[in-house]
């Protein structure tokens, strides 16, 4: 998977999930999740379970940091090379 | 809980036969707050009707009740307590009664005082009095707003009701949405002033006197919530003793009664309280009832079983499923007059249909308790916020607030960092009137993200605003009795005593009787120092101290757990029932125009697959009851 594909399918989900749209201009790759109140507590374990099952980026216990998951620019960062082929 | 209707349209002339045909038509949608007799009042300029659930010597004291001489009438839904000691004092001064009811007590109490006589009141009313010597007609509602009281103003005067739907019927023009008033709910939970949903009807405010008198209107506050705590005026266990000797009495007067009174118990301290004192005070062996759930995290019946069995009181359980509140919920909407967002209130009608059923009329009830004595988990994490304000830097500090709501799901790296970014709302202003439910309003109104254009383009002003400036007077006040002022004030009357207590309860014929809202106590409570109320972060301190001797020490120690209905379980349920789906199908989401058809259509799906978060859980039961709401009263929208 390109890491095009990969932007693309990570603001589809969060996208649909948390902001209920497929309007690609609701959101900008550098937003902060946190910052915008798009994800809460429970929105945070399931992106973790989406990056694990969907993307299958296995994330550690001290990875699961608000710098590497706050944003689509800090997840592409955080799994860019981690997708398994 | 009775229920009446009226009209004061000083100069109309109207016939008698088209003024009785308007009464029935007024009182008809509301029967079920009396159901056991109706009476009727016209003359020139006013028109009553009631409907009367009969508690208090059921063989007299119909209403609407006419003084012979003065000729002063008065409809009224309510109890007054202490009407047997007002009673007295008003025959000591001259004054001969034909009922031993407690209308006539109102009435002749009304004669003797004027328009103080209210101040004399100790219970939970609303009243409307016609008096034709002064030209004058009076409403009046309790200090708290136990009792429902709408009006409505017309060209030449006023229509009034206990419910909405009351006035309905009489309007010359087919009903609107209040938009700002949708908005305040999608932000506060409630109305945040006197204006309903419905617009152009307003609610009488709680501890408000309105008096129209030769086209004139005056509106007063005769009570209101005051925090002045004496410090160091009585020690821990002399303020406990008053405490028990006050909220025993109120206890004591709420068992007035000519019919059976029962009572409800959740598990929790305060009902538990109060199943107690009655258990002490009545003779009659306490006939208690109680919800139970099928989802572990919200039912409470082992607390429950665990009292019942100290006390040995007849009790009766009513089991609700998932299923059950689906199928209520249409009905509790059209009750409730208001979009909800949960769906508690819809059990507590379950609740009081299963009172109906055993032939019960009155229950006594532990709501006020939170508000008034500080057991909200909202008023620590107010304390905990306040706290971390002081070194905002801390990394210690916010994890307080996971030791607080420990269902909380969060990664076991970076804990501080999340939970700053979920409550650090207003960090820098602690002392700012809405700090206290910022993070939680905030949370709210994500649902919003929902409204369509054209909502967004008709709302004016934000809620938020709204709510800032209403709020301003609590400035003065500890962040901790602010945070009490808006519970007491704003969410106690326009949702816990509304929208899931009198409608719930009145929907099945059934009054609610509440001692913590005695206003004795919650005097005495607004006198204690705050450490009282809260010490570290032990909520209701000091009526757990009061009370610990007497309740199972399980139940005494037992932390706050909120009442609530099993919402995520239910909108699995609720989101695959046909009518629910039509409910909201891009069509009739489209004909109403409030929301955005296709990210409704998406957070639908959503909600079939997997568990909704807080905000969007809201979002959706908001969404539904607004869909119903409109629909079912036939509302114009946008």
Known sequence: ????????????????????????????????????????????????????????????????VPENLDSIDNLMAFIVNRIPA | MCGFAGKYSPGATVSAQAQQLLLSAMLSPISHRGPDETGYYCDEQVALAHCRLSIVDPAHGQQPMVDPSSQVVLVYNGEVFNHPELRQT????????TTHCDTEVVLRAYLEYGQSFVQHLNGQFAIVIWDPREQQLLLVRDRVGICPLFYSDTRDGILFGSEVKAIIPAMMDSPRLNLAVLDEIFTCWTPLGSETVFANIQTVQPGEMICLSHGRRQHWKYWSFDYSPQKNAMSETEWAASLHEE???????????????????????????????????????????????????????????????SLNVSHTECHVTEEDICDAFAESVWH???????????????????????????????????????????????????????????????????????????????????????????????????????????????????????????????????????????????????????????????????????????????????PFLD???????????DALKMKVLNEKY?????????LPPAIAQRSKQPYRAPDARLLKVLVERDDIREGLSESRIRAKGLF???????????????????????????????????????LTTL
């Open chain 1, 1 to 64: 998977m390109s890491d095009m594909e990969i932007r693309s399918q990570l603001r589809a989900f969060i996208l649909e999930n948390y902001l209920f749209t497929d309007d690609q201009n609701a959101l900008s790759d550098t937003q902060s999740f946190l910052k915008a109140g798009i994800l809460d507590s429970m929105g945070i374990l399931e992106l973790i379970a989406f990056l694990e099952e969907e993307l299958g980026v296995m994330v550690a216990p001290a990875e699961m």
């Open chain 2, 90 to 97: 008003l025959t000591r001064l001259g004054h001969q009664f």
């Open chain 2, 247 to 309: 909220l025993t009495d109120a206890v004591r007067i709420r068992l007035r009664s000519d019919v059976p009174v029962g009572a409800y118990l959740s598990g929790g301290l305060d009902s538990s309280i109060i199943t107690t004192l009655i258990n002490r005070l009545s003779p009659e062996r306490l006939n208690t009832y109680s919800l139970g759930f099928s989802d572990p995290d919200v039912d409470e019946r082992c607390y429950q079983r665990m009292l019942i069995e």
């Open chain 2, 336 to 514: 409730a007059e208001t979009p909800m967002l949960r769906a508690a209130p819809v059990p507590m009608g379950l609740l009081s249909a299963k009172v109906n059923a055993a032939g019960f009329k009155v229950v006594l009830t532990g709501e006020g308790a939170d508000e008034v004595f500080g057991g909200y988990d909202l008023f620590k994490e107010t304390k905990i916020r306040q706290f971390w304000s002081r070194q905002p830097q801390s990394e210690s500090r916010p994890l307080l607030l996971k030791k607080l709501y420990q269902y909380l799901q969060l990664p076991a790296q970076g804990q501080a960092e999340y939970l700053r970014a979920f409550f650090n709302v207003m960090l820098d202003q602690p002392d700012h009137v809405l700090y206290s439910h910022m993070p939680r309003w905030t949370t709210t109104a994500k649902a919003k993200q929902f409204y369509s254009d054209d909502l967004n383009a008709a709302l004016q002003t934000s809620a938020l605003s709204r709510a800032e400036k209403i709020l301003s007077s609590g400035s003065s006040m500890s962040s901790f009795q602010r945070a009490q002022y808006i519970e007491s004030t704003l969410l106690m009357p326009g949702y816990l005593l509304s929208t899931q207590g009198d409608r719930m309860l009145s929907m099945h014929s059934v009054e609610g009787r509440f």
């Open chain 2, 519 to 529: 206003h004795r106590v919650i005097e005495l409570a607004s006198r204690l120092p």
């Open chain 2, 542 to 550: 000091l009526l757990k101290k009061a009370f610990a001797s007497q």
């Open chain 2, 596 to 634: 955005s058809a296709h990210k409704v259509q998406r957070l639908m799906r959503k909600a079939r697959s997997k568990p909704l978060n807080t905000s969007e859980s809201q979002a959706l039961i908001g969404i539904i009851s607004t869909q119903i709401l409109t629909e079912s009263f036939g």
